[in-house]
């Protein structure tokens, strides 16, 4: 299996490569490349099975709340109906069979902490109020840092650096311990959080490794426990700026 994990940090030209062996070894190695010279501004997006779901964001001249689907068979997009709240810096998943949207900011740039889940058979948003109760959002803070792992959704807290996971029946959050990574440092900004197969995945400033520096750590969550192991797979802080402006993941 090779792990992909590209990333371009605060000098803008760097992109990075794991390959994960059979029997957890690991072989790194390092290609810097030159950046695009912008990056595209997208709304949320997730892919839905076949489909690729995208919504809210900005347009020309306000906060939306339209949501679209890309179908890569026909090449095109298509209309969903429209979500219940305009919102900004938010963020999505794919949990139930349905694709979420959660947290961001209204039209007034005030935080919101309600999600809304999207049928797909029914073409209709249900909103979700005080989904992100509990969790802290500051002013200037990033999109929610979530993930999705074996349907469970998972939040990296960015204030505490706090892994929590949601309890779907209460609508609430359970704690499972701290993340070794410093996402606090900058609200969040500068700090990757994602699934990886049956795991999830962050990269960031290490707040377990002396002098810091950008790692890389990997758990296999379990939402019945209450504290969860970190595997270090790569620590780098010689080599590569720790804040990150964009990050994707990918598995071949």
């Known amino acids: 299996m090779v792990l992909w994990i590209v990333s371009i940090c605060s000098q803008g030209k760097r992109y990075r490569l794991i390959e994960l062996l059979e029997k957890k070894q690991?072989?790194?190695?390092?290609?810097?490349?030159?950046?695009?010279?912008?990056?595209?501004?997208?709304p949320q997006a997730?892919?839905?099975?076949?489909l690729l779901c995208g919504a809210g964001g900005i347009g020309t001249e306000a906060v939306l709340n339209s949501a679209e689907k890309y179908n890569p068979e026909t090449k095109s997009w298509e209309p969903l109906s429209s979500m219940h709240q305009k919102r900004k810096l938010c963020s999505g998943c794919f949990m139930d069979?349905?694709?979420?949207?959660?947290g961001g900011r209204d039209e007034n740039d005030k935080a919101l902490s309600c999600g809304e889940a999207y049928d797909k058979d029914k073409n209709t948003w249900e909103l979700i109020p005080d989904m992100l109760k509990g969790n802290t959002v500051a002013t200037s803070q990033s999109?929610?840092?979530?993930?999705?792992?074996?349907?469970?959704?998972?939040?990296?807290?960015?204030?505490?650096?706090?892994?929590?996971?949601?309890?779907?029946?209460?609508?609430?959050?359970k704690k499972l311990g701290l993340v070794p990574v410093r996402a606090d440092l900058s609200r969040g900004w500068g700090v990757a959080f994602k699934s990886l197969g049956n795991e999830l995945l962050v990269i960031g400033f290490s707040s377990s490794i002396l002098n810091?520096?950008?790692?890389?750590?990997?758990?296999?969550?379990?939402?019945?426990?209450?504290?969860?192991?970190?595997?270090?797979?790569?620590?780098?802080k010689d080599r590569l700026n720790f804040f990150l402006l964009n990050c994707s993941i990918m598995v071949a």
């Open 26 to 42: 690991i072989r790194t190695t390092w290609d810097f490349l030159q950046a695009e010279a912008t990056l595209p501004v997208i």
């Open 46 to 50: 997730r892919r839905l099975k076949a």
């Open 97 to 102: 069979n349905k694709f979420y949207v959660i």
């Open 143 to 173: 999109p929610p840092l979530v993930a999705v792992v074996n349907n469970d959704l998972y939040c990296l807290e960015t204030s505490s650096n706090e892994l929590r996971v949601y309890l779907k029946k209460s609508n609430e959050w």
């Open 212 to 236: 810091g520096g950008m790692t890389i750590y990997t758990c296999s969550p379990q939402p019945d426990t209450e504290e969860l192991q970190w595997r270090c797979i790569e620590g780098c």
